[in-house]
């Protein structure tokens, strides 16, 4: 048990304080573009909603690495892990591609998908330029931290983190309020900002991978190109990367849905989500351990042991997710009040964390399981068929009905948003105690 605790402590607690870092300073930069008004929040929000998509898209393609890079780490074989990445980053990268297309030379169109507010679209164009030259960067960093946490390294992404971020709030400050000769700039600023902060990870990380010190590494060799070992990986990673898509894809429609109820709607689910954030970062630290515990446990041949460690962090997380729901529920009565937004939509606000802080142990239950449990013994399928038939069979038919068709409140819309992460948790129970997942892939 003390190894147990001690291994989990010793990749969990980098990556918790690395997501304390990132979600605090982002939670400051939020501050900063909240004191610009409702629009700047909205347009933002909007813009940050399209790079979510392409977020998600590169976390389903390293979740479905992170299984081969888990296993090999199991059985400490560095070449293919090096094979492994140099395969995936041409899947993230073409993504990088794409979505720098829509965000540079397309911004008002996908605005307008979201959006009748002329305003929003205006500001949100500002915004999205710059940010479009940061989806090569973001991708290629995203990969490479994931790598090193894999491999039971995760200082290093969290110091490159605090780096990157500290940059990113000091000169975002900077740049939207203006410092000295520097004229405020506002939400332009805010882009530019993001951009040199990416850029310096990028640059960071690039240094890491090439100087060949950790087991994450990256030669020409590493970009070789093989069809049968790019086919054996994507026989696992495409269903994480479609379920991390239509994921992404559902969670954009919850946010159209109420983009379509008000602009003064968008703001209050741009606020929530920042807030809501708190939360889970704890949990991206037990996912990743939990990754790693079962994975390279799994590359051994080693079951009992991989199957241990999945229920010892399954109760971790449940137990953990009841006291960071309270956590987070007393931290927005203080955090709603920094916001230049009306008392009306400060209760709206609060209300929705409410409902959020007590669903929180569901929600992460759902995430560490799907993400850390099921993907980390190649059951990527059966993860996929979960997520997928609860947000798009129930979660947003709910949402749609509730939001344009009956009119409701958005707190009650909320409510009926949880309704799915409660069908998902029924489903990926029993999955998970059918021990069909305790699987070798790298064999």
Request: proline share 3%.
């Amino acid at each position: 048990m003390k190894d147990f605790t001690k291994r989990m402590l010793s990749i969990a607690i980098p990556i918790t304080l690395q997501n304390l870092i990132s979600t605090g300073l982002n939670l400051v930069d939020n501050l900063m573009i909240g004191q610009l008004g409702t629009t700047a929040i909205a347009s933002v929000g909007l813009v940050n909603q399209v790079v979510f998509i392409l977020n998600i898209l590169t976390f389903g393609v390293s979740s479905g690495a992170g299984i081969f890079v888990s296993q090999y780490w199991g059985k400490r074989d560095e070449k293919n892990i090096e094979k492994t990445l140099g395969h995936i980053l041409y899947i993230t990268m073409g993504a990088a591609v794409v979505f720098f297309v829509l965000l540079f030379f397309l911004p008002e169109r996908i605005l307008m998908i979201f959006t009748t507010d002329t305003e929003v679209i205006r500001t949100g164009m500002t915004y999205a330029r710059p940010v479009a030259f940061s989806t090569f960067l973001t991708s290629f960093s995203f990969i490479i931290a994931m790598a090193l946490r894999t491999v039971e390294k995760a200082r290093i992404p969290m110091y490159v983190s605090l780096v990157a971020l500290s940059i990113n709030t000091v000169v975002n400050y900077m740049l939207i309020f203006g410092f000295g000769p520097i004229q405020p700039l506002g939400v332009f600023g805010a882009s530019l900002a993001t951009l040199l902060s990416r850029l310096v990870e990028f640059v960071i990380f690039v240094n890491i991978v090439l100087r060949r010190k950790t087991p994450v590494r990256l030669s020409r060799s590493a970009f070789k190109f093989e069809i049968p070992f790019f086919r054996r990986l994507m026989k696992y990673a495409t269903p994480v990367i479609v379920n991390e898509f239509l994921w992404s894809l559902g969670i954009t429609m919850y946010s159209l849905v109420m983009a379509r109820m008000g602009t003064e709607f968008i703001a209050a689910r741009n606020i929530s989500s920042t807030i809501e954030n708190l939360g889970f970062v704890i949990f991206g630290g037990l996912a990743s351990a939990t990754v790693v515990m079962v994975g390279t446990e799994l590359g051994r041949n080693n079951f009992t042991q991989a199957k241990y460690n999945a229920k010892k962090l399954l109760q971790l997380t449940v137990m953990t997710a009841v006291a960071t729901g309270l956590v987070m529920i007393l931290l927005s009565r203080i955090i709603v009040n920094f916001y230049n937004i009306d008392q009306g939509l400060k209760n709206i606000v609060l209300t929705i964390i409410i409902i959020v802080g007590i669903s929180q142990p569901i929600k992460m239950f759902n995430a560490v399981n799907i993400v850390g449990v099921l993907r980390s013994g190649g059951d990527t399928r059966a993860a996929m068929i979960i997520e997928i038939a609860s947000l798009w069979g129930v979660g947003i038919p709910l949402v749609a009905v509730t939001g344009l068709v009956l009119k409701w409140p958005l707190t009650l819309v909320y409510v009926a948003m949880m309704i799915e992460e409660l069908f998902k948790a029924i489903l990926g129970i029993r999955r998970t105690l059918t021990w069909k997942w305790l699987k070798n892939v790298v064999d």
